[in-house]
């Protein structure tokens, strides 16, 4: 099993930054690939952005493209996302995943995060 911690969620005003952080425990060398998901209210879940674990590949939904980077520390287990440019449309909750493959479909993900609010305010 894989556990997975969110943290850095928040309230800002837009065009404001917000890094969100997850760390991985567990049996984390199954692990090839972590991304970020994001649910609003009312809304399906949906893909943000994904790194590949080894590689540092990474690939991002188009209207974050610009704005936010996904990176990780190879070392501490850890995958983060820095978040700029933050618009009211960018409010959700967000999720960290983890799965042995990788992709935009919630489906490639093994192990999910809890969750952490994003608020941003026009």
């Known amino acids: 099993q894989v556990q997975l911690v969110e943290s850095g969620g928040g309230l800002v005003q837009a065009g404001g930054s917000l890094r969100l952080s997850c760390a991985g425990s567990?049996?984390?060398?199954?692990?090839?690939?972590m991304g970020w998901f994001r649910q609003a209210p009312g809304k399906e879940r949906e893909f943000v952005a994904y790194?590949?674990?080894?590689?540092?590949?990474?690939y991002y939904e188009d209207s974050v493209k610009g704005r936010f980077t996904i990176s990780r520390d190879y070392f501490k287990n850890t995958v983060y996302l820095q978040m700029n440019s933050l618009k009211p449309e960018d409010t959700a909750v967000y999720y960290c995943?983890?799965?042995?493959?990788?992709?935009?479909?919630?489906?490639?993900?093994?192990?999910w995060g809890q969750g952490t609010q994003v608020t941003v305010s026009s």
């Open positions: 790194i590949m674990w080894s590689a540092g590949n990474t």
């Open positions: 567990g049996r984390t060398l199954r692990i090839n690939a």
């Open positions: 995943a983890a799965g042995r493959t990788y992709g935009v479909d919630i489906r490639s993900y093994d192990y």
